[in-house]
């Protein structure tokens, strides 16, 4: 495996350093590292570096990426969405596979070397969606480590059958049990959540739950998840994605759901939408809370928006929550990298030696600049190689 | 002047015409024109044809663009942001004249050729960065048509001085009379708002007001510049610029507000921000209210964020109204080209024959991809001459 020594770049901005990548961990990190023989040398030029960049919520399995743009003419709701996106797929045989995998590589040109993708699991599609974002995981698998959701994008209680493909899903290698708005979409949160905790449970596999739900109904979820993590003492082992009912409902109850979400370490996954309610990141953390950032769909049936780039998603988390100061900016970074290598629960990360040789170099003055320039990745090492460079994949 | 020929591109990603500037103009559009014998011929390779676009709010005297990455400590009001704003160009010796025109160029490559931007008038710097936006206009001039708002940044009540100064930049040619929050900055709404009323009727300028006054406050103000605007019967000159109190007030009172501005032609500038409430853009419209788009500040000692890009800004008002299907983003792309040209008062604008020949070029299929892909402008073509390619200015 390669020995690769970057020279002159500047961690987080900070002062320069040399850092000595060997068997795909950090080796060493600090000024004018003596060369061993074997190592391939790489002027960093005074760069930024930056982690690897995670994505914590994404569907890789719907997108377009790469395929013709997608018309959207679709109804106003959820269900719409749903719906819609079953014939679509279905009429026009969209194939998960390859396009999972064209996105995957475009995250992993931009930086990103962890990934969590939920994948649809329903009647229609069956496993079909899973195995293909499962078999891109695989390719992929070197570089860019993508944790896959088992997800019930139809509900589980409405679809029989499904519950009994999650299980199959999660002994096959899904990482992650999925689930999705109990009342709302369901319509028997009871029955819903005593199904996902069973499979989490039964495969001693973490949960990742959708949670779209607004305000008192959301809470009323939240809190049912909440007892059944506390009863089962699954501390550490729970997302809320979304979680909009947390900027929906008054500051009392809110706070008492967070008291109870930071005893268990239930961590939020959020994308900032600009268009809905959110949980307020200085809270949430001010309780004890864990939120790292997702960009959700990119360029699917339910969406034109968003790109495979998680400082811009960083840019977006700091909008949302009105992040002017560097400080709050670094604030919106953490949501891209230590706290989502936290919340989806990747080991040996960061800018540290021993940790996975996952580094980004662009060239910003500031954190803060590169979230909001969004600058083309100069370089990016994954699991100790290069990988890309100039924003480019080498392969 | 160049007489150019563009053959084979796509007016709003419909079917592939040829259009022929001559004399500043566009002087036809259609398949298959003929060639003139002087023209330089140009060579659209089917790429999609956009109007020159309009920013509607801007700042240009306040960035920092090309300069350093300006570190951001400052506390969490607007009065904060005004005071350091005053303390941080005394100390730097902040140069608006360079830095206007930097932004400025960065606009035009980006395909920007008409843009109204707010210069701050107030007793520390008097009339330097009008004075310095001036001139950016007029050395942009034949390509980029900048109206100036002599903007009243810490006041006009509260500084002595400053409505003498504004009465001073009308007559040395800037074109619209600003104002801000005349409750929350100002805190004697009647006095602001006379002083500046009794400015438009002397100067027969139109009137551009900051309102970012929250909930009942704005709604007061707004109100009472609508008293006003209807008293001295100024349809078609007066725009809200934020008015975020129109998201934040009950249905009633909001649709009361938004029919007087209707039936006065008040039209509403915003930024479409994602961490405050906005005028929400499908009940303005069906109210009949125009809407516009702009970026506000850009990498300034206020915030960090936001691009010299219209397009982009498109996304953003796109992002936060919720607007996903083809049909709802053209109303976003509508926000920084026609509804602008109409709320700023630029004439002659649009893809028809005899308008301004502003055209801009981009490898998109859709007008929904040139949103919210933003990709590199291939061509722009501004007062009838090719100002850019692939990005980046010609001269």
């Known amino acids: 495996m390669t020995v690769l020594l970057i ?6 901005g900070g002062a320069a350093v040399d850092v000595l990548v060997a068997q795909g961990r950090i080796a060493a990190l600090g000024p004018d590292l003596a060369t061993p023989a074997d190592a391939l040398q790489e002027d960093g030029g005074g760069a930024l570096l930056l982690p690897g960049l995670i994505e914590g919520h994404a569907h890789l399995d719907k997108t377009t990426w790469g395929g013709p743009w997608y018309r959207n003419a679709v109804g106003p709701t959820r269900m719409h969405r749903i719906d819609n996106e079953r014939a679509w797929r279905s009429a026009t045989g969209h194939d998960a596979a390859a396009r999972s995998l064209a996105l995957a590589r475009a995250y992993l040109a931009n930086g990103t070397t962890r990934m969590r993708s939920h994948a649809d699991i329903d009647p229609d599609i069956g496993l079909a969606h899973l195995r293909a974002t499962l078999r891109t995981a ?3 698998a070197p570089h860019l480590e993508i944790q896959v959701v088992a997800f019930p994008q139809s509900g589980v209680v409405r679809c029989p059958g499904v519950a ?3 299980d199959v899903a999660l002994a096959e290698g899904a ?13 028997d949160p009871v029955a819903q959540l005593d199904a996902l905790f069973g499979l989490v449970e039964k495969h001693g596999k973490p949960l990742d739950i959708h949670l779209h739900e607004p305000g008192e109904m959301g809470a009323f979820s939240l809190d049912l998840i909440l007892e059944r993590t506390e009863a089962l003492d699954l501390r550490g082992q729970v997302t809320i994605s979304h979680g909009f009912c947390l900027g929906m409902i008054g500051a009392t109850e809110r706070d008492a759901l967070l008291a109870r979400m930071a005893r268990m370490d239930v961590r939020i996954a959020t994308t900032a939408p600009a268009a809905s309610a959110v949980p307020p990141l200085a809270i949430c953390h001010a309780a004890g809370v864990t939120v790292y950032g997702g960009n959700d769909g990119i360029r699917d049936s339910w969406t034109p928006y968003a790109r495979p780039d998680m400082l811009d998603r960083a ?3 700091g909008l949302r929550n009105a992040l002017r100061r560097d400080d709050e900016l670094d604030v919106a970074l953490d949501c891209v990298t230590v706290s989502a290598a936290h919340g989806c629960g990747f080991a040996d990360y960061g800018l540290v030696v021993g940790a996975r040789a996952d580094l980004v170099l662009v060239d910003a003055e500031t954190t803060g600049q590169a979230i909001v320039a969004t600058p083309v990745r100069r370089l990016v090492v994954a699991g100790g190689e290069i990988v890309a460079r100039d924003g480019a994949l080498l392969d």
Chains 1, 2 share one sequence.
């Open 7 to 12: 020279r002159n770049v500047r961690p987080l």
């Open 138 to 140: 695989a390719l992929l």
């Open 164 to 166: 009994e493909l999650m």
């Open 175 to 187: 990482h992650v049990v999925g689930g999705i708005d109990p009342c709302q979409i369901d319509r």
């Open 315 to 317: 840019m977006h988390i």
